[in-house]
């Protein structure tokens, strides 16, 4: 495909499924299927050609083994309800790749993404090598997100820390939901490598919103150079955490106040951790707490798509995207204490890399 040639939707799909995707595991095409050093070079090249557009918005960046996803859109949600032009970025898509970005609860229409996908193909002939996959979605989303002048972004990232595509974000609040093993074969095979690679994260002089309690691991993240930490169950916390009709009622209690009573409209006792980690990440960004009434609004309507989904009630089907260990342990407990003793069936897919036996027995079966 030529620079100087205007690519039409399903040719702008093509050329970017034609790009390395680690997302895929053994789907990566034959010709694309290399191994590569972890660098930043390549990112940075591409931003740089688009005018660094992650310079033109703040940031609360996210990493973690599970609940990324679920955090980033509540702190989105937080920080609409608060009156901010908030972007979020999240990875993997469920359906379509528009998923990945949206602009205060709205995703990027079709078109736009064209203009975008359109914008970096044409730069990318400037490259001395190509990017990947998830590198041109990284750099579309942050130039839409500079083109429409977001305010604040919510940036999940993509795998790790260090070495991820979105690590070129300044932000000012770094988020650690937890430290599981996943992704073994990339980012380490103990918990204190992986805890070191998503540390990466922090820069010097950010606030560091820590979810994971391990005191081992929380010596790894206290060792960077942030200017504060505040750690779950210390700084912030969740109270009489129970199961409510549509989701889950707890308190809240934050290093600035305490919310008490709200619902959130998701499932799973692990998402009111999440929501305690959003919360206090928020409170730190603004530098003050919210109003309650804010709260609860962002709370009783943040939606989390394949996250314990119930996507039909008669029969009752739910989908959920854990893909390790302990991501299944928490569906377990979800299920048994969200739903009840019913007789069940499961459907489980797993990628290659993944191992089966884990994965059921953390499932309970």
């Known amino acids: ?54 310079l033109d918005w703040d940031a609360i960046h996210l990493t973690g083994t599970n609940g990324k996803t679920s955090t980033a859109r509540i ?27 949206s602009i205060d609860g709205e995703l990027v229409p079709d078109a736009v993404l064209d203009d975008l996908l359109e914008t970096v193909r044409l730069v990318e002939s400037a490259m001395t090598e190509p990017p990947s996959y998830f590198e041109i979605l990284t750099a579309a989303a942050f130039r839409w997100f500079s083109d429409e002048a977001v305010e604040v972004g919510a940036i999940e990232v993509g795998m790790g820390g260090t070495w991820d595509a979105t690590n070129l974000v300044d932000a000012g609040v770094a988020v650690i939901t937890n430290v599981a ?27 560091v919103v820590l979810g994971e309690t391990d005191p081992d691991l929380v010596e790894i993240f206290a060792a960077r150079p942030a200017a504060s930490l505040l750690l779950r169950d210390r700084d912030f916390s969740i109270r009489d955490n129970r199961v409510a009709v549509g989701g889950r ?36 960004y603004l530098g003050e707490p919210l109003a309650d009434d804010d709260v609860r609004a962002a709370f009783a309507t943040v939606t989390s798509p394949g996250r314990l989904e119930v996507v039909r009630r008669e029969p009752l089907v739910i989908l959920d995207g854990a893909h390790n260990p302990a991501g299944a342990e928490s569906l377990r407990q979800a299920l048994r204490e969200g739903f009840g003793a019913m007789r069940r069936t499961l459907l489980v897919g797993l990628l290659s890399d993944k191992d089966p036996r884990e994965m059921i027995v953390a499932l309970g079966l």
Not at 253 to 276: C, I, K, W
């Open 1 to 54: 495909m030529s620079a100087g040639h205007h690519a039409g939707a399903g040719e702008l799909r093509e050329w970017l499924d034609a790009h390395v995707n680690l997302e895929r595991g053994l789907g990566v095409p034959a010709q694309a299927a290399r191994i590569t050093a972890p660098t930043l070079e390549r990112i940075a090249a591409l931003l740089a050609l688009l005018g660094s557009p992650q």
């Open 181 to 207: 093993r996943d992704h073994t074969n990339i980012l380490g095979s103990t918990r204190e490598e992986i805890a070191r690679e998503k540390s990466g994260i922090i820069k010097p002089g950010s606030i």
């Open 249 to 284: 009622a707890f308190d809240v209690v934050t290093p600035m106040t305490r919310y008490e009573d709200v619902f959130l409209a998701l499932h799973g006792s692990h998402q009111a951790d999440n929501a305690a980690v959003a919360l206090a990440a928020v409170e730190a």
């Open 75 to 101: 702190v989105t949600a937080l920080l609409g309800a608060a009156g901010m032009k908030t972007g979020n970025y999240t990875s993997p898509d469920l359906v379509r790749i528009n998923e990945r970005m």
